[in-house]
């Protein structure tokens, strides 16, 4: 159980799973009414669940890496943390007993589970935890602003502790579920790195194993028969809080880019799930008394300006291009109609961070006023280059964009690439003035990585960073509410970026999948399984 200070500060965060479905966020249900904990009549179930997936990660290392896809397959399935997120997006203890904040705010201790096993038999230590959250706070930027040097520490056996200058208000939310998650793994895998610096083993505490990758075909879980659960046995998910059971031996993730043979396995009974649905396919799959179809608001769309050099660097510029756009018309040239508006940068499964502060900016589809600030600004016809990646269709929306630009008198070019392409050009201000991108949800703001003056795009101004400091460094979750409010207030003003709406995932499994965890980023399946 938490302690009371940690318990009196997630208190907070109270609100975070309110409303959920009216605001078209992620629910807290679990699909198929099969509570966790629960098997069968007859203890059987079918043994591999083949799930189509349209993305391949560079690596399964969520250190290091932030791709979506990797998250959805091996978040609390290969790799837990120390604490993850409940149903009301509040921090709760995983590989830990426990957890509190020091009264200054400056100090958080974390007193471990004791008999957790890896996946190689060992037991979790206080020096596995160390390694494992030092290498994370390394390699995830808004952890190491967040902490400045401080590091985790042994105290005992069976406690670790960080103690900073700074507020750590916000940091158990931030393990639980930031985009690079705080894996908990050995600490010689920590050391053990390839050349690009990823793990070579994929050694966690989870109710599933990794046990082969076959590149561009599948990856495989198998489940580890040793694991040390958590929680009440036969208690429904709580968010992502978990008696997790593992009744199906074997998860293969098979990876099919083309969503329209993704779709066509679906419907012939080929897969058991399929991710990335397309919004066109959306009411036939529902229609399909055979299939269970979900949608969820999964993330925002970013056009992220280069701040460091170029037309976009004016201020007046980028309040022209916000006044001209028509947030509706670009959202539905990449998303079809699998998308929501909406001004605040948070998703709208963050009840408690949701605001409309600055929202009379938002989507002003004003042309007329985008003229008269780029004839007063002084804009002579420079080239406006927007960067864009051909992954699910974000081209679509670059060339919607360059219309509506271009009838407001911008001399508009695109460079199209792909995904891995953008990944290296946006590093480069020389080669954009604007790139589009996508973040998927985020329990607290200080996750939103465009706020960093060192992120691409290269915010660098200083009411933005004291704005984004006094939130980071408030000790009560109202006072970091409010400067939230005021940060984004000013972001809709100086524009770090424009976020045009929110994007909804789709997803599709058989009616006879039970136990499917739906609660935010996609479905989960530590308690998944179809009955034979």
Request: charged content about 20%; overall charge negative; glycine content about 10%.
């Given at each position: 159980?938490?302690?009371?200070?940690?318990?009196?500060?997630?208190?907070?965060?109270?609100?975070?799973?309110?409303?959920?479905?009216?605001?078209?966020?992620?629910?807290?249900?679990?699909?198929?009414?099969?509570e966790a904990g629960t098997v069968s009549e007859d203890g059987s179930y079918k043994e591999t669940l083949r799930i189509a997936v349209t993305q391949q990660s560079p690596s399964l290392d969520l250190h290091?890496?932030?791709?979506?896809?990797?998250?959805?397959?091996?978040?609390?399935?290969?790799?837990?943390?120390?604490?993850?997120?409940?149903?009301?997006?509040?921090?709760?203890?995983?590989?830990?007993?426990?957890?509190?904040?020091?009264?200054?705010?400056?100090?958080?201790?974390?007193?471990?589970?004791?008999?957790?096993?890896?996946?190689?038999?060992?037991?979790?230590?206080?020096?596995?935890?160390?390694?494992?959250?030092n290498r994370w706070i390394e390699s995830f930027s808004s952890a190491k602003d967040m902490v400045g040097d401080a590091r985790f520490a042994k105290v005992d056996d069976s406690t670790v502790?960080?103690?900073?200058?700074k507020s750590l208000l916000l940091l158990p939310a931030m393990i639980a579920g930031a985009a690079q998650p705080a894996s908990i793994t050995t600490a010689a895998c920590c050391e053990n790195e390839d050349d690009n610096g990823f793990m070579k083993e994929y050694i966690g505490t989870g109710p599933y194993k990794f046990v082969e990758w076959k590149q561009d075909q599948y990856i495989k879980l198998e489940r580890f028969d040793d694991y040390v659960p958590y929680g009440t046995e036969g208690a429904e998910d709580d968010g992502w809080a978990s008696y997790k059971t593992a009744p199906t031996r074997y998860l293969q993730f098979d990876i099919v880019p083309d969503?329209?043979?993704?779709?066509?396995?679906?419907e012939a009974g080929q897969y058991d799930c399929a991710f990335n649905i397309s919004s066109d396919d959306y009411p036939r799959l529902e229609a399909n008394p055979e299939l269970n179809v979900y949608r969820s608001q999964m993330g925002s769309v970013a056009l992220v300006f280069n701040h460091k050099q170029g037309i976009a660097s004016n201020q007046y510029f980028r309040t022209a291009v916000n006044a001209a756009i028509d947030c509706d018309e670009i959202m539905t040239a990449c998303f079809g109609d699998g998308y929501e508006l909406?001004?605040?940068?948070?998703?709208?499964?963050?009840?408690?961070?949701?605001?409309?502060?600055?929202?009379?900016?938002?989507?002003?589809?004003?042309?007329?006023?985008?003229?008269?600030?780029?004839?007063?600004?002084?804009?002579?016809?420079?080239?406006?280059?927007?960067?864009?990646?051909?992954?699910?269709?974000?081209?679509?929306?670059?060339?919607?964009?360059?219309?509506?630009?271009?009838?407001?008198?911008?001399?508009?070019?695109?460079?199209?690439?792909?995904?891995?392409?953008?990944?290296?050009?946006?590093?480069?201000?020389?080669?954009?003035?604007?790139?589009?991108?996508?973040?998927?949800?985020?329990?607290?703001?200080?996750?939103?990585?465009?706020?960093?003056?060192?992120?691409?795009?290269?915010?660098?101004?200083?009411?933005?960073?004291?704005?984004?400091?006094?939130?980071?460094?408030?000790?009560?979750?109202?006072?970091?509410?409010?400067?939230?409010?005021?940060?984004?207030?000013?972001?809709?003003?100086?524009?770090?970026?424009?976020?045009?709406?929110?994007?909804?995932?789709?997803?599709?499994?058989?009616?006879?999948?039970?136990?499917?965890?739906?609660?935010?980023?996609?479905?989960k399946f530590w308690n998944a399984a179809v009955r034979e």
């Open positions: 159980m938490v302690k009371r200070k940690a318990l009196g500060i997630m208190a907070a965060g109270i609100m975070a799973a309110v409303l959920l479905v009216g605001c078209g966020g992620s629910s807290q249900s679990t699909s198929g009414g099969t290091k890496n932030s791709t979506l896809i990797a998250r959805q397959m091996c978040d609390g399935t290969v790799w837990e943390k120390l604490v993850t997120l409940n149903g009301n997006a509040e921090a709760v203890p995983e590989l830990c007993e426990s957890y509190e904040l020091s009264e200054d705010g400056k100090t958080l201790t974390f007193v471990l589970r004791k008999g957790v096993k890896f996946h190689d038999g060992s037991e979790m230590t206080a020096e596995d935890v160390v390694a494992s959250m502790q960080i103690t900073t200058d969503q329209a043979t993704e779709t066509a396995g679906m909406g001004s605040c940068y948070m998703d709208a499964g963050q009840a408690f961070w949701n605001t409309d502060a600055g929202s009379e900016l938002y989507n002003q589809k004003d042309p007329e006023k985008a003229k008269e600030i780029l004839k007063e600004g002084g804009y002579n016809g420079e080239t406006f280059t927007i960067l864009a990646a051909t992954l699910n269709g974000m081209d679509n929306m670059a060339v919607a964009l360059q219309s509506e630009l271009q009838a407001v008198g911008i001399n508009v070019e695109l460079t199209i690439v792909d995904w891995a392409t953008l990944i290296d050009y946006r590093n480069d201000p020389s080669l954009f003035d604007m790139y589009i991108t996508s973040f998927a949800e985020v329990p607290v703001p200080s996750l939103k990585l465009y706020f960093g003056k060192d992120y691409p795009g290269w915010s660098d101004d200083e009411k933005l960073a004291q704005l984004f400091g006094e939130m980071t460094a408030a000790t009560e979750m109202d006072d970091a509410k409010a400067k939230w409010e005021e940060l984004q207030a000013y972001s809709w003003d100086y524009l770090p970026i424009i976020c045009p709406g929110h994007y909804l995932g789709i997803f599709a499994w058989d009616k006879d999948l039970e136990g499917v965890n739906m609660y935010s980023g996609g479905p």
